[in-house]
């Protein structure tokens, strides 16, 4: 049986990226893999204008290099969580030894003034970290650009984890740091931890080698990485911003707002999200028959998440990241609609 993957990511990947990583790898201090990294490079900044680093690794990579080099020990840090994600993101920061305060809320993240006030009262934040998707339960954050602000006007950082938005939920301002990676949103495979960057790491105390941003810049700096990069899925990933950029990236984007649209007008269960909290790259529903449906549709050569956590066996996920069709959603619907009575 072949299957075709409407899961939060892995994603299911166009044919062009496909054949773009069945090759053999370029030895990475050659010419050629120069210019291979330099058009990745650059098509990342079309994406988003600011500064791209790529380390072999997956999003929980991208999340753990972007907090231990922006979080030193002992800083205050105000985590925002509402669900599993945050949590994460709050261990990281726990894990770098960072005094962890968490704004934790059940579904939606909380107002900016909110966050501005908690972190007033705490006094001397260092960073601010958000997840941009929950995607968890397919609830985004909308409120990346006032976070930004917030953050600039207590003197601390925003670090978000946009591991399952970028570039399908747009980011309209100058974030401190993004960790995202190749293989969700980007459709090409797993593998390579994208950290942009729109401001300088200064760590007070060391980084791990693998993690440590400073010297992937420098090494950036002559188009060049400081170890071996995930050389064949730099390979996917220029093939798959290749379609992303020849698309647009608005049009990019309305595809997904119409994929996703789609599930929530026509699936006949309750949307975890509702309204502007919703995702466009993962859409969740509650249901009991959760692992029926999940299994139905798994017969039917379709693959599809179940909840995390404390949702286990009570929501199913959908992903329309991918090289996925209406045709193909246009099933699932059909199919999870058998289950609702
Ligand atoms: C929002 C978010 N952050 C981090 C991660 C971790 O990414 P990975 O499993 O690639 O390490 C995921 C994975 O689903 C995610 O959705």
Known sequence: MVYKL???????????????????????????????????????RKVYNATPVIAPGTGTLAVDMAIYNFVN?????????HGEFGNRMAQTAESRGAKVYKLETKLYPPPPDVVEDYALRLRNVKAIIAVHNETSTGVVNRYLDKLQKVAQNIGAVLIVDSVSAIPVEPINCKIDVIATATHKAFMAPPGGAIVY????????????????????????????????????????LNASLDIILSMG????????????????????????AEGVHRSNTVAAFYTDKASEIIERLRNQGYIIAGGLGELKGKIIRIGVMGDISMEDLRKVVDTVNMFVV
């Open 6 to 44: 409407l899961t939060p990511g892995p994603v299911q990947l166009p044919k062009e990226v496909v054949n773009a990583i069945a090759r053999q790898p370029l030895f990475h201090r050659s010419k050629e893999f120069r210019e291979l990294l330099e058009n990745v490079l650059e098509k990342l």
């Open 73 to 81: 020990p002992g800083d205050i840090v105000v985590a925002i969580v």
């Open 197 to 236: 960057l729109n401001t300088e790491p200064k760590p007070r105390t060391p980084v791990p080698l693998s993690m440590d941003l400073k010297r992937f810049l420098e090494h950036l700096s002559r188009i060049d990485t400081p170890y071996t990069p995930p050389i064949n899925v730099l390979y996917g």
């Open 249 to 272: 990236l608005t049009n990019y984007q309305q595809l997904h707002r119409e994929r996703a649209g789609f599930l929530y007008s026509s699936i006949k269960l309750r949307s975890v």
